[in-house]
């Protein structure tokens, strides 16, 4: 068929600065995919659009997760239809393919064939005739608010009613929980690219501790950490470095990072790499000076002291409540209680918070743990050197048959371990 494009797969290792994952990964999570449809289901899905910034200047371009796991192609442009009945092309009877736009050097990871994107449309009309439920995932087809009318528009709606009137019979379903039951389970060569994005987290807090100061602005930490990621390869940040000092480490998601750090005060730093599109998702939280007082090492050690007995629970069947309802009992032992300000876990892969299908634990998903205690400025119930400090502290964590293991056991966690890795100056 002339519009197949030759696909030199041999060669993209050279080609592309990412590592990738192997064929056989995307050959067996088609397969997984397919096991989930059935004979009578077609599956269809496009690539994440460019999304401006400003006139001719776009936002940095990150593939949507879903196609990204089941494609791995990075770039824009492209469709995947999977068809477990199987489609007819010429004298091939193919199930999966992927359309790339003309001119695409890419990896046919592990679909059955790869075709030009304009082959796309009557194939796609072509497998759904008939099919009596067709799946989709279209990151871009979702409520828009028309905010001038002052009305909702659920485009998604309005797709599925065009759609399903076009096609008796056939039913029109978004595809996410299909995908949440696949991604929530990592693979080993999932595992190893989030050790790598973890590593260079690691690194990069290692580099910001050993430069940190009184005086310095957070954006210096910033700097430092997300250059050693960079540098080691990060395919980019898994979302806007969290560096908050003294009244500014109370504020869960504060992200300006722009206020000088003074001696006394505790700065939180939440921050991850990017690697092969898989998340890490670390927090420390150092002295600005380099030493705890009595006082925050009081609140660290309550934090730590969280994390252990969670991590004592984590193994296939424990609940993410559970987890919830053990950091808060701690944290109200030690008596904090009034002072956390949100949940304990969430699960990290390809999104920095990862789909999940469901509230239990199983073998193969990475949590995080990640307790915190914000006491307020005005907090005059507790004595004065314990009030405006907030402390994080969390940890990625691979669920096993049996308990747990920490990916982030590498990086310093407890006090004294931080206080020596600050005193290591480069
Ligand atoms: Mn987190």
Known sequence: MKKIIALLALLCPLLCAQERFSQQEYQSRIVHLAHLL?????????????????NDVGYPYRQES????????????????????????????????????KGTTSLNAGCDTVLDVGAFQPLFKQSAAGAQMVYYSAPDIRFVSDWVNDRAMFLDRETRKAFEERNPGTKLKTATSLFSRLREIKSGEEIRMMRKAIAMTGDGIRRSAQR???????????????YEMTRQGASGLAFSSII?????????????????????????????AEYAGYAADVTRTL???????????????AVRRAQDEVFAIIKPGTTLGDLDRKASEVIKREGFGKFILHGVTHAVGLDVHDVSSSDVLRAGMVVTVEPGIYVPVNADDVPAGQRGVGIRIEDDVLVTETGCEILTNEIPRESAEIESMMRSKR
């Open 38 to 54: 059935d004979t009578a289901s077609v599956l269809a899905m496009k690539s994440s659009e460019t999304h401006q910034r400003t």
């Open 66 to 101: 879903n196609f990204l796991y089941i494609t791995g192609v990075t770039h824009q442009g492209c469709y995947f239809l999977l068809a477990p009945k199987g489609i007819q092309l010429g004298d091939r009877h193919v199930r999966s393919i992927l359309f790339v736009p």
């Open 212 to 226: 940190c100061a009184p005086g310095l602005r957070e954006s210096v930490l910033q700097a430092e950490v997300e």
């Open 244 to 272: 908050g000092s003294g009244p500014n480490s109370l504020i869960p998601h504060y992200d300006a990072n722009l206020r000088i750090m003074e001696a006394g005060e505790v700065v939180v730093m939440d921050v991850g």
């Open 287 to 301: 002295p600005v000076g380099g030493t705890f007082s009595a006082d925050q090492k009081k609140i660290y050690n």
